[in-house]
């Protein structure tokens, strides 16, 4: 059974920083593309940051490149998001999600194309 986890989400200040683990079982990760996703209260769930198979290539939606950073550790089967200077408009639930890849440097931004996704850890940032 393939189970992905997240953890690390909490309650923090404007301009501090949290790092997001996702921990995966029941599939091993380097065969996967991974992703992070967000959904704020009322609003639709949206993409945050990918990072390919091989971990040689990275994106970020415009609103947290330069302050997160995704990385992946094979030996761990985790995927971390390290979230720096957060904002408020950051709080949300975020949760990770895994496709499986024949292509070692692609990305995927689309939520529809993954095919295991995590429960969601909150995250909430106080002004």
């Known amino acids: 059974q393939v189970q992905l986890v997240e953890s690390g989400g909490g309650l923090v200040q404007a301009g501090g920083s949290l790092r997001l683990s996702c921990a995966a079982s029941g599939v091993t990760l380097s065969n996967h593309a991974m992703g992070w996703f967000r959904q704020a209260p009322g609003k639709e769930r949206e993409f945050v940051a990918a990072i390919s198979r091989n971990g040689l290539t990275t994106y970020y939606a415009d609103s947290v490149r330069g302050r997160f950073t995704i990385s992946r550790d094979s030996a761990k089967n985790t995927v971390v998001l390290q979230m720096n200077s957060l904002k408020p408009e950051d709080t949300a639930a975020y949760y990770c999600?895994?496709?499986?890849?024949?292509?070692?440097?692609?990305?995927?931004?689309?939520?529809?194309?993954?095919?295991?996704w995590g429960q969601g850890t909150q995250v909430t940032v106080s002004s």
């Open positions: 999600a895994a496709r499986h890849t024949y292509s070692g440097g692609s990305v995927y931004t689309l939520q529809a194309v993954y095919n295991y």
